[in-house]
């Protein structure tokens, strides 16, 4: 009996790229006699022919498996379905767009073999990404790990591979706001890293746009730590101190020179800037308090419309008899 690996593998809207997915991975875990393995196809809420596409993979591989969501529920809820829907011994979470490339595979399968419970895979190099996108990660990872106790590994993204003790620890984080980069470092686990060059996507375009991935580092902050909330009660005390000390200065000046009328700049800026002040803070416990009513809807991550295996029957095929 060779261990199962699982390769789980969000698709939105990735039709024109599916069968070149396959083409790629199926002979690079095929060369490996060490392991069988599955695919976990999941679709989340593509609006394209992608369900058709991965269907017909299970059709002609009964190892390939398609779990279609009832709508899109974005990547991280995708992935949690997939890896929940993983029977393997380890679970290797993939893009279906190819820039995490098959060729890595093997070596990881080789650490894991060798011992590793968690083999991530880092870009080596970003010189593919634009400038601003390369600078707002670096300071993303710099500020997240500098406010939070977990420490999230820089350029590593979702592809690695997990042993089943590891999946198994993720599984027991009940959260509904799943920030995968974050839980996946918070489980811990004997890690070993693999550098490689992220590819250009092999066809269609990426989602994350500069809100999206705005809201993304918004997610990792709040979700690991609770230092935008506590730095506030250090703001407060440096500008209370600040303005006892200004209030003492103006006591003593009027007893010495008498009273100045004149003040409206300072009275205004400081106005102002409290008031700002203020804003912002009670925005931040906004972001949080939004987050803990999100959680406490237990609504959910994803919900499964229908599950495709090569054993799944025509007729009952909602897509292929429509
Ligand atoms: N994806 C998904 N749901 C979404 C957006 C993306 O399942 O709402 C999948 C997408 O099909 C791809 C992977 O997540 O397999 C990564 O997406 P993308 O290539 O757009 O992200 P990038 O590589 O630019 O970070
Ligand atoms: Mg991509």
């Not at 066809?203 to 809201?215: E, I, M, P, Q, T």
Request: proline share 5%; net charge positive.
């Amino acid at each position: 009996m060779t261990p199962l690996v699982s390769i789980v593998v969000p698709f939105h809207d990735e039709a024109s790229g599916i069968d070149m997915f396959f083409a790629a991975v199926r002979p690079v875990m095929d060369a490996r006699a060490d392991v069988s393995w599955e695919v976990v196809c999941v679709d989340d809420g593509s609006r394209d022919d992608t369900l058709v596409r991965l269907i017909a993979q299970t059709r002609s591989d009964a190892r390939v498996r398609v779990l279609e969501l009832s709508r899109n529920f974005g990547k991280e809820a995708a992935l949690t379905a997939g890896i929940d829907a993983a029977r393997g011994q380890a679970v290797i979470p993939m893009d279906g767009d190819l820039q995490d490339p098959p060729s890595l595979l093997s070596p990881m399968l080789d650490a894991w073999r060798g011992g590793a419970e968690v083999v991530l895979a880092r870009r080596s190099d970003r010189s593919r990404d634009s400038v601003a996108r390369r600078h707002t990660a670096a300071w993303f990872y710099r500020l997240h790990n500098r406010l939070s106790k977990t420490q999230i590994p820089e350029n590593v993204g979702d592809f690695r591979l997990m042993d089943r003790v590891v999946v198994d620890a993720l599984r027991r984080l009940p959260e509904r706001q799943r920030f995968m980069k974050g839980l996946f470092a918070w489980v811990g686990f004997r890690t070993v890293t693999l550098d490689y060059a992220r590819p250009l996507r092999a066809v269609g375009r990426s989602r994350f746009s500069g809100v999206a991935l705005w809201n993304f580092a918004l997610e990792g902050f709040t979700g690991f730590s609770t230092a935008p909330l506590r730095i506030w009660t250090y703001v407060g005390a440096v500008f209370a101190a600040l303005s006892l000390l200004y209030g003492g200065f103006i006591l003593v000046h009027t007893i010495l020179s008498g009273s100045r009328v004149p003040g409206y700049a300072s009275l205004f800026v400081a106005v102002t800037f409290f008031g700002s002040v203020q804003l912002i803070s009670i925005g931040l416990l906004g972001e949080y308090i939004g987050r803990i009513y999100m959680e406490t809807k237990q609504r959910p991550i994803y919900l499964v419309r229908s599950t495709y295996t090569a054993q799944t029957p025509h007729a009952s095929d909602p897509v292929l008899s429509r």
